[in-house]
Antibody, heavy 123, light 110 residues
Framework: EVQLLESGGGLVQPGGSLRLSCAASGFTFSSYAMSWVRQAPGKGLEWVSGISGSGGSAYYADSVKGRFTISRDNSKNTVYLQMNSLRAEDTALYYC????????????????WGQGTLVTVSS | QSALTQPASVSGSPGQSITISCTATSSDVGGYNYVSWYQQHPGKAPKLMIYDVIQRPSGVSNRFSGSKSGNTASLTISGLQAEDEADYYCSSYRSSGTRVFGGGTKLTVL
């Protein structure tokens, strides 16, 4: 059974940093691309970042480019999201999502989702 | 404003069929044969319902179906049930390699 367990969320002041983790199990982690998707309170889904199975290719939404960095450690079956220079508008529930293939470019959908970790940016 | 436009809400009675549309409003939403749909119940994670416009993952009821005409994809739910009441999101990809979601549609079962 595929399981994705996010952690690392919390309350942080504007301008601060936070690192989210997503621990995966139930599948061969290194064989699949992964993404982070967020949802602000009461709002819709917003794709944040994606990474290929090897970690060699990464993509970012314009809203986070230059501030967030996605990475993965295939030996630990974990994908990370390093978030710097946080803003109030980054407040959201952050979901980790699995893609159905190794190459991010050819991964046209998200087949499994975690339960999310809440990030609140406030002074 | 999202590159994918959905109606804010739709409603239907039990047993009826409803359709949720998803229209690409940006020319960089590429290869619009790769639309996927997600169901999200309150307080829950999204769940994949349809991928690549018409494909249904194993375990998803055959009451859910997808289609496309021009730059508009659609999700149809037939034989509406109370448990179908949820938010529904369409998604596609952009030529830049990024991904995009529609604004979401709240389905109310009357």
């Amino acid at each position: 059974e595929v399981q994705l367990l996010e952690s690392g969320g919390g309350l942080v002041q504007p301008g601060g940093s936070l690192r989210l983790s997503c621990a995966a199990s139930g599948f061969t982690f290194s064989s699949y691309a992964m993404s982070w998707v967020r949802q602000a309170p009461g709002k819709g889904l917003e794709w944040v970042s994606g990474i290929s199975g090897s970690g060699g290719s990464a993509y970012y939404a314009d809203s986070v480019k230059g501030r967030f960095t996605i990475s993965r450690d295939n030996s630990k079956n974990t994908v990370y999201l390093q978030m710097n220079s946080l803003r109030a508008e980054d407040t959201a529930l952050y979901y980790c999502a699995k893609h159905p293939s190794y190459y991010y470019d050819s991964s046209t959908f998200f087949d499994y989702w975690g339960q999310g970790t809440l990030v609140t940016v406030s002074s | 404003q999202s590159a994918l436009t959905q109606p804010a809400s739709v409603s239907g009675s039990p047993g009826q069929s409803i359709t949720i549309s998803c229209t690409a409003t940006s020319s960089d939403v590429g290869g619009y044969n790769y639309v996927s749909w997600y169901q999200q119940h309150p307080g829950k994670a999204p769940k994949l319902m349809i991928y690549d416009v018409i494909q249904r993952p194993s375990g998803v009821s055959n009451r859910f179906s997808g289609s496309k005409s021009g730059n508009t994809a659609s999700l149809t739910i037939s034989g509406l049930q109370a448990e179908d009441e949820a938010d529904y999101y369409c998604s596609s990809y952009r030529s830049s390699g990024t991904r995009v979601f529609g604004g979401g549609t709240k389905l109310t079962v009357l």
